[in-house]
């Protein structure tokens, strides 16, 4: 397989997550990717005209698209993408925005997601997700991805003896960075493994606080060349390397493993670093197996070795556990702690990461952030999550030695 | 004053999903074959998975499989299910069955014992509440041959009104 072109000219910036609330009766999609927008915009000093990329991923947007969205902001980009890949469509963004970039086919790309959250609109989305679900899904209790995610963690408790404490290291860590994270809902209120423990049952081994709470929000990044961020006098970061696979390992009977396995060693190669160079982590975590299973086919452990993982792993953004091997996760809490604001879940690492590595963290900063890694997984399509990415990212030098 | 529908499990299906509800209303399960290069498929389509021919036929398929998980619902979005876990937790699995995945509704009182992954599962349909045909698992060992049969089961469950 030919090796892919390097990412070098391609700065990522304005880190935006905005808005978050719980419900919202009274905004659509609209209003939350117009806000992310209007924010970038304002972030890096430019004018609306100044966008000639757009990339827009929306669950809650329809009728709309980012074309009807052009019209409805006045904008008239000369490239754009429509990414209906849930948590992997921030990751799938930037590989594709960086491309156009680098192609001359844009100069500066808008890539946001968005969502609202009206008391109807989970269960018309989870209801009618696909073809799969609303003909074999659905029917068999109306459980929406708790049903697959359930079957999936049980599975993978039985086949590499991870227990429900395992899994709780990784939802009681990300409360931890939340409560250090204005944005998150759930960071004015801490979580203790005893009260993850004793939480209410939702389907099988999944209990309350294993499941995403669904909320209205919006989360967006600019990608640009180098020399333009600089001129703008940005902070910003760059892509040393990155992958995706969809659907990948499809006759698999039970989904243990995802696209990951097949690029990460080839991502890591091409970044020419390894593991233990990793400042932080940003998994995609709509439920903790699925945070293990990323932190395993990413190659951070072996396969199966998850749980002894987070058991010997200090997961805090600021270090202070008692672990003697430090790896940051889901700094700002992840979608666990802040919300599932729909398809802005998926950009919550990258700009999350975007954030870290340029010094803007303020409470829940990590020390000496220079690289990151980000990971996708989404669109759960009956009994499993099709799509992956990840990518690795860094200060740049600019950023490091304090030039913006 | 007009009365207040029952709920029932969701009715919508697709126009694929709608034929295979009617081709499956007995003993026998029908899952659809591709005509050119055998492949079975589940969920239905409209091509085949494989090749991507739209022969698929209707053919009846040997209905036992193997239990992949069983998971309880204590949750639900739907008002018919929320209905039903107020009594006890829902309980579905996913069965290996001609190499595809299926979602049944787990008749587990028609075990002996425990229901766990590996464990051989009979398949049948039979409509639910809405009208729709639905799988159910069973032991091996359950007679489904009578419609009786088949419709005392999905009672039992609180699938029918």
Redesign the interface.
């Known amino acids: 397989m030919k090796q892919a072109q390097s990412y070098s000219g391609v700065a990522l910036t304005v880190p935006v997550s905005f808005a978050y609330k719980k419900q919202d009766d009274e905004h659509g999609a609209q209003w939350y990717i117009g806000g992310v927008l209007k924010e970038l915009i304002a972030g890096a000093g430019l004018s609306k005209t100044d966008i000639d990329g757009f990339a827009v991923s929306s669950f809650s947007l329809g009728p709309d698209s980012v074309i009807s969205l052009c019209q409805y902001y006045d904008l008239s980009p000369r490239w754009i993408e429509s990414l209906p890949y849930g948590g992997c469509a921030g990751v799938i963004a930037l590989r594709r925005a960086a491309r156009a970039v680098q192609a001359g086919d844009a100069e500066i790309i808008a890539c946001i997601g968005g969502d609202t959250a009206n008391k109807d609109s989970?269960?018309s989305l989870?209801?009618?997700f696909s073809?799969?679900t609303?003909?074999?899904?659905?029917?068999?209790?109306?459980?929406?991805p708790?049903?697959p995610f359930?079957?999936?963690t049980?599975?993978y408790m039985?086949e590499y003896g991870v227990s429900r404490e395992d899994f709780g290291r990784i939802a009681v860590s990300q409360r931890y960075n939340a409560n250090h994270y204005s944005k998150a809902l759930l960071g004015h209120k801490t979580l203790s493994m005893q009260e993850y423990l004793d939480s209410?049952?939702?389907?099988?081994p999944l209990h309350l606080y294993d499941c995403v709470m669904p909320c209205a929000g919006g989360e967006g990044f600019l990608v640009m060349s180098t020399e333009r961020a600089e001129a703008l006098n940005l902070p910003y970061c760059e892509i040393l390397a990155s992958g995706e696979l969809h659907n990948p390992h499809y006759s698999d009977?039970?989904q243990f493993r995802g696209g990951w396995t097949e690029y990460a060693k080839t991502v890591f190669k091409t970044a020419k670093l390894t593991h233990n160079q990793i400042d932080l982590v940003q998994t995609y975590d709509d439920y903790p197996v699925i945070s293990m299973m990323q932190l395993e086919d990413l190659g951070f452990c072996e396969k199966g070795k998850g749980a002894d993982f987070v058991r010997n792993t200090d997961l805090r953004f600021d270090a202070s556990g008692p672990e003697s091997r430090k790896l940051p996760h889901n700094t700002s809490g992840g979608q666990l702690s802040i919300g599932q604001a729909g398809a802005a879940a998926g950009f919550m690492g990258v700009v999350e990461n975007i954030r870290q590595l340029t010094g803007q963290a303020e409470e829940h900063q990590v020390s000496d952030a220079h690289y990151a890694v980000a990971s996708g997984y989404g669109m759960i399509n009956?009994?499993r999550g099709l799509c992956s990415g990840a990518v690795i990212m860094t200060a740049s030098e600019q950023t490091r030695s304090g030039g913006a | 004053m007009s009365k207040v529908a029952q709920a029932t499990?969701?009715v919508?299906?697709?126009q694929?999903?709608k034929i295979?509800c009617l081709k499956n209303k007995g003993d026998a399960l029908l899952l659809q074959q591709c005509a050119k290069c055998d492949a079975i498929q589940?969920?239905?389509r409209e091509r085949c998975r494989n090749c991507l021919a739209d022969q698929l036929d209707w053919r009846k398929i040997d209905n036992i499989g193997s239990v992949?998980?069983?998971?309880?619902?204590?949750?639900?979005?739907?008002e018919?299910?929320l209905d039903k876990i107020k009594a006890k937790?829902?309980v579905?699995a996913?069965v290996?069955l001609a190499e595809q995945?299926?979602?049944?509704?787990l008749a587990s009182a028609t075990f002996s014992g425990d229901v766990v992954?590996g464990s051989e599962i009979k398949i049948f349909t039979c409509e639910?509440a809405?009208g729709?045909s639905?799988?159910i698992g069973v032991s091996p060992d359950a007679d489904t041959r009578q419609a009786e049969q088949r419709n005392a089961i999905a009672q039992n469950m609180g699938l029918v009104f």
Request: hydrophobic residues 35%.
């Open positions: 989970f269960g989870t209801s009618q073809t799969f609303i003909d074999a899904s659905f029917p068999y209790g109306e459980a929406g708790n049903t359930s079957l999936i049980q599975n039985d209410r049952p939702i389907a099988g009977e039970i009956y009994d | 499990p969701p919508l299906r697709t694929v999903g295979f589940y969920p239905p992949l998980s069983v998971t309880e619902l204590h949750h639900s979005q739907g018919f299910f937790p829902w579905i996913t290996s995945c299926l979602f049944v509704h992954a639910d809405s729709r639905v799988l």
